[in-house]
């Protein structure tokens, strides 16, 4: 799609459908894997899961820096026409994440039990989630790999592509879950390993099934496999660019780590609630998300051309449409919370601190999809410095704090809870206070047109 022509909301919206399904397809095979786990292995393999997140993303955090950059970098320069440009980009970003996948796969082999143990793993855990977390960490080069391409292609405006893949891969995973866990069909019976090994087969063929359609369909952005090179200039590029939305990420999931721990400390009821908690969160987060992602690339193309009138259009409706869906959704979680606890949950004292939790969390919901509209324009603009200190305010300068002190002063996780959503709210302000400045104006990528 060329979205530098055309109604803008009417390209927000056939853009985001696709992502959006493809999200929630991401998102339906966590739900179904925590269905299996939280039903039928027990509170404490739930409760593994939980830890296990956390330690799996602070390093999916910094790959995914990059495919961010490579997203916004390609986005610019097709809006531009520069093509060579887009060659060199996405010839640099392939070795690039290449590269950091398999580093980060033998840091994480090395590190995760003293990750899981940085968080304050109830024991009765540990020896689980250390297990199932060592073997998760091999879908690092597969799914590196994936999201790179997926980025690449949404930067292009085909945003189907992904998503016909990821529902290839979904479906697999789903498939072979419970053959795996509970060894069905004479496969072995691997319990809590057997969703991490469904996550590698279905990673791993759905990147193969990316390189063998992407020559065929989308020779714009196929790689030159036989001469791979890496240039500096554009290297560099994506570092400045990426390496703030490296931190960004790891911000996030850094401070996951320890709210995880301040939690832990409640208990395995309270790691299992908040852990349901997070898969609710995930479906609620998803058209955010999306619309969020969506306005960064809608930006990149009309920045590249140098249509800022557009971008602010960009912007609002955005906020329109994010805001209005999400309204509803944070309704629903926070009136009606045990409904969907009970999809994850069994104990009633589980389900009960998960109640408090969705009826503070909730509102957050709407908090988020006004703050990634306005994140997406000032990303799409190449500014990743701002959003990535909004995020280190937020989380280490609000979150992180007030989920250390609060509980103390509660003698509950409910304090946990409340600090989540002052971040939230704090982070919001800043982030509308920046777009509001127009320094997204002037993007970091100097194109031939403006110069």
């Known amino acids: 799609m060329d979205l530098t022509v055309g109604s803008i909301p009417r390209n927000l919206i056939v853009f985001s459908l696709p992502m959006l399904a493809g999200n929630l397809l991401q998102v339906s095979y966590s739900l179904v894997n925590a269905f299996w786990v939280g039903k039928y292995l027990g509170t404490n393999a739930l409760a593994a899961v939980t830890v ?30 520069e093509w060579d440009d887009l060659k060199k980009t996405i010839q640099t970003s392939i070795l690039f994440v290449a590269g950091l996948s398999f580093v980060f796969l033998a840091v994480g082999l090395h590190f995760a039990p003293h990750l899981l143990r940085a968080m304050d793993t109830p024991e009765e855990v540990l020896p689980i989630a250390v297990s199932y977390l060592r073997i998760y960490y091999w879908t690092m080069p597969f799914g590196f790999g994936v999201f790179l391409i997926s980025a690449i292609l949404r930067g292009i405006g085909d945003s189907k592509t992904p998503l016909y893949f990821l529902a290839i891969s979904v479906g697999l995973n789903t498939l072979l879950d419970p053959l795996l ?49 890496f240039d500096p200039k ?99 979680a926070m009136g ?16 009960s601190i998960g ?37 280190i305010v937020s989380f280490w300068g609000v979150r ?35 777009y509001y400045a127009g320094h997204w104006k002037k993007p970091v990528i100097k194109h031939r047109t403006t110069q």
């Open 52 to 81: 296990s997140f956390p330690a799996v993303f602070v390093l999916i955090a910094v790959g995914f820096g990059l495919t961010i950059a490579a997203n916004i970098m390609v986005a610019q320069y097709v809006g531009a026409r």
């Open 181 to 229: 866990i509970f060894g069905v069909m004479g496969l072995p019976k691997l319990g809590l390993n057997g969703a991490a090994y469904a996550s590698i087969i279905a990673q791993a063929l759905a990147l193969i099934g990316l390189m063998i359609y992407i020559p065929k369909r989308r020779p714009l952005v196929t790689a030159d496999w036989r001469h791979l090179r």
């Open 234 to 332: 554009t290297a560099w590029l994506l570092i400045r660019i990426g390496f703030p939305t490296m931190i960004q990420q790891s911000v996030v999931s850094i401070s996951l780590i320890f709210i995880i721990s301040f939690v832990s400390a409640f208990g395995a009821n309270a790691d299992a609630a908040f852990g349901a908690g997070l898969r609710i969160d995930q479906v609620a987060f998803m058209p955010a998300l999306t619309i969020g992602a969506a306005v960064s690339t809608l930006s990149g193309q009309n920045l590249g051309a140098n249509q800022q009138a557009r971008v602010r259009e960009v912007f609002w409706w955005g906020i329109l449409v994010s805001a209005g869906i999400s309204l509803l959704i944070s309704v629903l």
């Open 336 to 351: 009606i919370p045990s409904v969907f606890l009970r999809a994850f949950l069994n104990d009633p004292a589980v389900i």
């Open 355 to 391: 109640v408090t939790y969705l009826r503070i969390v909730g509102i957050t919901y709407t908090l988020y999809a006004i703050m990634f509209v306005s994140n997406g324009v000032i990303n799409g603009s190449g500014h990743t410095i701002p959003t990535t200190l909004i995020s």
């Open 400 to 434: 992180v704090p007030l989920a250390w002190v609060l509980p103390r002063i509660m003698h509950s996780s409910t304090g946990v809870w409340i600090a989540m959503t002052l971040s939230v709210l704090i982070g919001m302000i800043l982030s509308l206070s920046y």
